[in-house]
């Protein structure tokens, strides 16, 4: 999510979310693939169309699509590998869900909502 959200964030997260918010929102979820901690924007919910692999897929009442806001090059120059999406991992149910991302209050010099998508 760099440089929307960078390493050393401080987030406040409202784990209550019972359904998946809207497009643009940021979220925390555990990975499909790993079961980590990731964090991710909401590019779709439940029951839109988003393109993938070679054609588009429609998600399920309880799926979202989720992506990252950097693109491999930025991801590179901050020390990570390319973004790991649903891209990669496809559609997030809502059991896997965390919460919605509010706000950024720390550093200091960060504090504040977060940014828009950067692409």
Do not use: C, Q
């Given at each position: 999510?760099?440089?929307?959200?960078?390493?050393?964030?401080?987030?406040?997260?409202?784990?209550?979310?019972?359904?998946?918010?809207?497009?643009?929102?940021?979220?925390?979820?555990?990975?499909?693939?790993?079961?980590?901690?990731?964090?991710?924007?909401?590019?779709?919910?439940p029951g839109e169309r988003v393109?993938?692999?070679?054609?588009?897929?429609?998600?399920?009442?309880?799926?979202?699509?989720?992506?990252?806001?950097?693109?491999?090059?930025?991801?590179?120059?901050?020390?990570?590998g390319p973004p790991i999406d649903?891209?990669?991992?496809?559609?997030?149910?809502?059991?896997?869900?965390?919460?919605?991302?509010?706000?950024?209050?720390?550093?200091?010099?960060?504090?504040?909502?977060?940014?828009?998508?950067?692409?």
């Amino acid at each position: 999510m760099v440089p929307a959200i960078e390493p050393g964030d401080w987030l406040v997260v409202n784990p209550l979310a019972s359904s998946w918010p809207r497009r643009g929102a940021v979220v925390v979820f555990h990975e499909p693939i790993s079961d980590a901690l990731a964090i991710k924007r909401v590019e779709a919910g439940p029951g839109e169309r988003v393109r993938f692999a070679d054609g588009y897929l429609t998600l399920a009442p309880d799926e979202a699509w989720l992506v990252a806001d950097a693109p491999a090059a930025a991801t590179a120059a901050a020390g990570f590998g390319p973004p790991i999406d649903s891209t990669r991992f496809g559609p997030v149910s809502r059991d896997r869900l965390v919460g919605r991302v509010l706000f950024r209050y720390g550093p200091l010099r960060r504090f504040g909502r977060i940014a828009g998508a950067h692409a």
